[in-house]
C-alpha cells in the first residue's frame, strides 16, 4: 500500500505543479469531462490547492508507521473530504461556462424525460 500511496503522491505532486503553472495534467484527460465547459482559472485556483492537500496526504501515508492508525485515519478522512470537494468543483455552475450550463441542463431535462416517460 505504502508504493501505492507513493505512486498517488507523485501523480499529484505533477498536476499540482501543472495546476500552479495554469496547466493540466490529469484532470481533463477522459471525455467525460471537457476543458471548454468550465472556466478554467478559477476551476484551478480550487483544485490546485484540493491537490496540494491530496499529495501531501498521500505522502505522509507512504510513512504511515510514523503517524499510527488514528493518524492514518484522520489523514485517510482528510482525503476523502478533498474528494467530495472535488466532485462539488465539477458540478457547481460557478466554476463552468455557457457552454457547460448548457450541456449541464440538457442532462437535467433528459433525467427528467426518463422518469417521467410511459411505462407500458
Known sequence: ????????????????????FGKDFLIFM????????????????????????????CFILTRGSLIGFWGQMVVILILLITLVIHGWAFNNEKFMTAHGLKKKQQKKEARIAWRNRKKK
Open 30 to 57: 477522459g471525455n467525460q469531462v471537457e476543458e471548454k465547459d468550465y472556466d478554467l482559472e478559477k476551476l484551478f485556483r480550487v483544485e490546485k490547492w484540493l491537490f496540494v492537500a491530496d499529495t501531501i496526504g
Open 1 to 20: 500500500m505504502d508504493m501505492l500511496f507513493f505512486f498517488a503522491g507523485c501523480l499529484g505532486l505533477a498536476e499540482t505543479v501543472d495546476l500552479f
